[in-house]
């Protein structure tokens, strides 16, 4: 995989992974998700290292899946097959990035998420598998596919938010603000965009104080609870309808029409309000 798809730096008892694709908003490729892991995983090898920070590269956190490689590109895909399509090969690619995006949950090491600009679709997914998520007062967060052509793999919006709220997302496929995310307790805080890095070095230094191996069992305590509550179970059923999505008829319908008209013009449709073809 690309060197330069995820950088990872580090100062002091502090690691900062970078989604680094800024010219595409960071969106989700082939490589992103494995390039996601190795990064946790070298963070969590590092016995200096006692929190990591997760954040994006240029204008945004991340835009989600690569939609110009996996809707507006004719013909087959990893993400989209030719009838009649095979739903394990889409299940075993699609839980690998599901379980790639999850060593950010499994970390030993507290992980902050960052979010500005935007954190949707895909780019929600990996964001809410963070301990903490500070987002800009500005920033958008949100599950656009939930109105065509996706199911969120990782499944953290009824967890953060509890089922009402979490059906208000997922059946509007709406974005909010990070003020409405705070309202809505999807994530910890939101900041005007000046004082973004400032808040999350804050709650970083604070957490680097503590010994490694007090993070690392009050995170695995909480997060047990989220295993006992069926996080594994859940997940499996996104993934299987995530494919499902993309292989409805109205999921072949957004394929097609993306590539007659670009996937911005698809998604611009999708998300308008109007009434989505079958």
Sequence with gaps: ????????????????????????LNAITDALPGAIRVAVEKANADDDIHVIILQGAGRAFCSGYDLKQYAENPGSNPGFQ??????????????????DFMSIFRSYKPVIAKIHGYAVAGGSDIALCADIVIMEEDAKIGYPPARLWGCPTTAMWVYRL??????????????????????????????????LEDRVMELAERMAGVPKNQLMMQKMMINQALDNMGLASTQMTATLFDGITRHSPEGV??????????????VKERDSGDNIAE
């Design 1 to 24: 995989m690309p060197d330069d798809i995820v950088l990872y730096e580090t100062t002091g008892r502090i690691a900062r992974i970078t989604l680094n694709r800024p010219h595409a």
């Design 82 to 99: 030719e009838m009649p399509w095979d739903p394990t090969l889409d299940y075993k690619m699609m839980m690998g990035n599901t379980q």
């Design 162 to 195: 509890g089922v009402e709220r979490a059906k208000r997302m997922l059946l509007t496929g709406d974005l909010v603000d990070g003020k409405e995310a705070k309202e809505l307790g999807l994530v910890l805080d939101a900041v005007p965009s000046d004082k």
């Design 253 to 266: 319908y957004f394929k097609k029409r993306s590539e007659e008209v670009g996937f911005q013009q698809a």
